[in-house]
């Protein structure tokens, strides 16, 4: 478990202190070990993780295993079809359990001795114990699960922040996007060579859209900002939020975006660690398809193409960007300093049958280009901020006013620890 | 080389501490380096390490390098029939002389300035070095070797516990087994991810073989336990024994484990790192191979194939399988905190001639299928206990005996570190 | 940024204070990572690296990177002919600018949000940011750069070492090669398992080339020494020089070495970390090829092939060996506390053609193998000197004078940092 000597809290402390505001981070949050092991105990093993989709695990004994570190957990469906997080680890010799990412199991069996747990964690038999072993208290150790609208979400702590306010706000605006009817169409993973903080620091502003996401700013608004948002696009983005206004209010859905910009995320001075939105599509798009149009079924309770696209993000690892007829979460998860997991995941409508309702080809192209052209950025960035030359330059306050509350949310975090932080 | 600090030895004395008694080890014995740095010091560095079989090394020159982390050994017979065991480091400018896993060398030439050494390690020229060089003064440094049947063991220690009960305690059991009158069938080198401990824990009972050593199971009596012999598993184990006292008699081989469950090792009481026995197999079984049938020549002084089998161990890197046509050694050597290099060797009769004789695909099966098995299972055990929830489960009285005394014998050599140790 | 605690800086100097003099270095030196950054603090961040020729970035425009452990920086050739070293790292988030090895740019580009950088470093245009950024503060900060005889040095620091009295010895023994009018006939990049210091001490002795080295010993008389400089071969020598000292002097060539042995270098009492002699080749060759004859064209001033060979050595990272008709630079670059990046690079005259003018199979074997015979002899000695058994030995007085010097050097570098240090 990590714990820090004095020295090393006076090391972070100096180091949180020595950021100018306004400014990137110094290199040290970077490549410094003692950051990383406070941002694992700080942020990763103690808030809401992003695991995957109940319709990865619709029946009961589906599981999906979950790695954080040298961590693993069994995320399964129990009998009572409610979600068990398992820590797997057997109660005997410690044995990891499960090996496999993803299956299905009447029971968990140990492959080691063959120590045998229900669904739920309990522990069944253990077969040449002694008679005075008591299985009641030998049960696989429990972690914190939650779900909303379809997504699943752990956390590593006893003491996690709260979930029912996030679950609240979120819900309301994916429960049409029907993310619990949905199915898998595809999966992609990546290993991306960058700290955690610059893939988010990437996702958080649209500066660098213009020029490196050729096919994401054809759909969007949100490469546009107070210095760039010209009468013309003001009010091709007034159009858009008055037509679709119209439509959605019949089907209950909100325009919750209305300007040029992305939305407010995070809310560092709340501690906000989640956002929802709504918000319309460049006319002629209703998906975020190479061509805008839509490729698959419809989901959820969508009756009409056009309902713009929904935005869900929590932190510290994940978004979605769902259209009407598709949703794509990523996922990330630290595997070491300088060195992010990513998932990419495709969702569409749970009938919808590839080859007859859709094609990956063209559900696919848009999010992968976009999300392999930001790994790439992600890579140089890093590069650069190793550098002993890196200074943190200034933020655009036109354009990365959502990086620069990252940054504030991350040094509250790590803040904590020294006792000078910020309260849930 | 290794030495602790203060705080180090205060942690390391904590951790051997927090040690429930009859329960597993906790977690920082498989994933802290400073345990593993004490290890290398009170254990692999100061212990006898089994390095391979006289017969490799048969005539004069003949040679095996020996490395232990990046440590090597230059293990050499020399010119009066003799083993040296040179450190392969050159006297002059300190380059390894032998870069290959074995050879044969009429003197040892450093490739760099050709310096010369005679096979006992006595510098023989130094070209080129002015006059008043002392040659005497500069041979290659020497570690303790000795052999006890067949068997070669070093120690880089010049302190190392004493040899010679060890030698007469293994002598009279081992010498019609004939290990110094065999030769090698094949040897094959495995990289276990996995604590070298976790390999010995493994190896130290056969509460996971019902399920995960088909083939083991249907030689040997040893995993059957108080809790699971039957009547008619007595009565089986009760009429090999004496089946094999009245034969063995006239052979002058003693039953020296005549009841189910694995013979006692080690024994941490007295702080016992060898223990040899012999014992019956399961009747209709003269050798441990797939099907129990004899598949090469009787080895050593063998003149029946009933002769059960012989078990050799010695803390911390080697055990032996001995059947009366072919002897199986393994041999660990850790390679890092979680990484330890295995070797299993098949030793056949020296004059058996491959093809004619014997077949390898008759020999290496058994012990091949049964090693493999228990690597993957290390590994999943390693994974497991490098988990921040993985909490040491209770061993099994009937079955996990010598778990619990290997751990008491390593915390045993651990604790001589703080003072408070045991002594020879 | 490398510093040094209480108890490094005791552990260094009681390091530096146990090297027995005429002695190898005690193995900490090639194993402890404080040595290396201690080096890297005081040798390589502080001293001044050879980056490449000027005739690689011959244009405005035309650049090559230079990575020394996480830094990189971009030698680019200004718009005034001038060569300009910029941190290779944006003003604005840090990025990575270059990623290439070499190019030719008009501006640079970051690729992430487009920040645009002139030749010389100055920020022309940010895109993107509020009005009152001052771009004049925010060019890519500048590391000093000098060049000499074609030969491109940085330093990493801000107070490097004077370089004016390097140039001034240099330039006139260079000048006639034309090294700034050659161009690059071959590049070979190695990854060399051993310490930088381990290269330079296999450079700086020619003990180990009667075996290791059949090419190289053919055309030079360097591994001869005192003790075995024969009458025979001290009378070839002598004939060479005065044969070579009578044609030069017409060219303004001066003979610098005139006896056997290597040129005295590095010059430990004066601190001096450069040199370059000009010395005759064996009778019958006239280049370091593998039959000694001229396989290009004539370099730079020379009208005659037969000039010797120019030697020039920079500490801590290049040397040069040049014939009549070509010149091969040895570049080291640490990549770890065992690992040293090398480049060799062989020039020619740049009017020459490959295929008309000169064959590669002529020019490159003999500085290839022979420096691929080093690099073998350099992992041998690096896995020698990391044993717990090594102990540094005596140097040769007759043939390691030089090994002994490049020791002292060294020493005098890294007790500069204890406060007990020499000065430049």
Request: charged share 25%; with cysteine.
């Amino acid at each position: 478990m990590p714990s820090f000597t004095v020295q090393e809290k006076r090391d972070l402390a100096a180091l949180v202190a020595s950021r100018q505001p306004g400014h990137g981070l110094p290199g040290g949050f970077y490549s410094n070990d003692t950051v990383y092991r406070a941002e694992m105990e700080n942020i990763w093993r103690r808030g809401w993780l992003f695991v995957g989709h109940t319709c990865e695990i619709a029946k009961p004994g589906d599981y999906v295993t979950f790695a954080v570190g040298n961590d693993s957990l069994i995320v399964i469906r129990g009998d009572d079809g409610r979600i068990n997080a398992l820590w797997n680890v057997c109660r005997h010799r410690g044995t990891q359990i499960c090996s496999e990412p993803r299956g299905r199991a009447g029971r968990l069996v140990c492959p080691y001795h063959q120590w045998t747990y229900a669904r739920d964690g309990s522990l069944v038999s253990c077969r040449g114990m002694q008679e005075d072993i008591d299985k009641s208290q030998l049960g696989l150790l429990r972690a914190q699960v939650r779900e909303v609208a379809g997504l699943i979400y752990v956390s590593l702590s006893d003491n996690p922040p709260d979930f029912e306010q996030a679950a609240e706000a979120i819900e309301p605006f994916a429960r049409p996007q029907g993310l619990d009817r949905a199915k898998v169409a595809k999966i992609v993973d990546y290993d991306v060579a960058a700290n955690w903080k610059i893939v988010w620091e990437n996702n958080r502003e649209c500066y660098h859209c213009n020029v490196n996401h050729p096919q994401y700013i054809k759909a969007n608004f949100d490469h546009y900002n107070a210095d760039d948002t010209s009468e013309r696009v003001s009010a091709r983005i007034s159009q858009a939020v008055a037509r679709s206004e119209e439509k959605w209010a019949a089907a209950g859905l909100a325009v919750s975006h209305r300007q040029s910009g992305m939305a407010q995320f995070p809310d560092a001075e709340r501690n906000c660690w989640y956002s929802v939105n709504r918000t319309p599509l460049v006319e002629g798009y209703v998906s975020e398809t190479m061509d805008g149009r839509q490729v698959a079924p419809l989901m959820g309770d969508y009756s009409d193409a056009d309902v713009g696209t929904l935005r869900i993000r929590t932190l510290p690892n994940m978004w979605l960007h769902a259209s009407c007829d598709h949703a794509v979460t990523t996922r990330l998860l630290p595997t070491g300093l300088q060195r992010t997991a990513v998932r990419v995941t495709w969702l569409v409508h749970r009938d919808a049958v590839e080859g007859r309702d859709y094609r990956l080809a063209d559900i696919v192209p848009f999010w992968q280009l976009t999300s392999e052209q930001d790994w790439a950025l992600c890579g140089q960035a890093q590069k650069g901020v190793n550098s002993s030359h890196y200074v943190p330059g200034p933020f655009s306050t036109y354009k990365e006013y959502n990086v620069d509350s990252f940054v504030r949310w991350c040094l509250q975090q790590l803040s904590r620890e020294q006792g000078a932080g910020g309260r849930e």
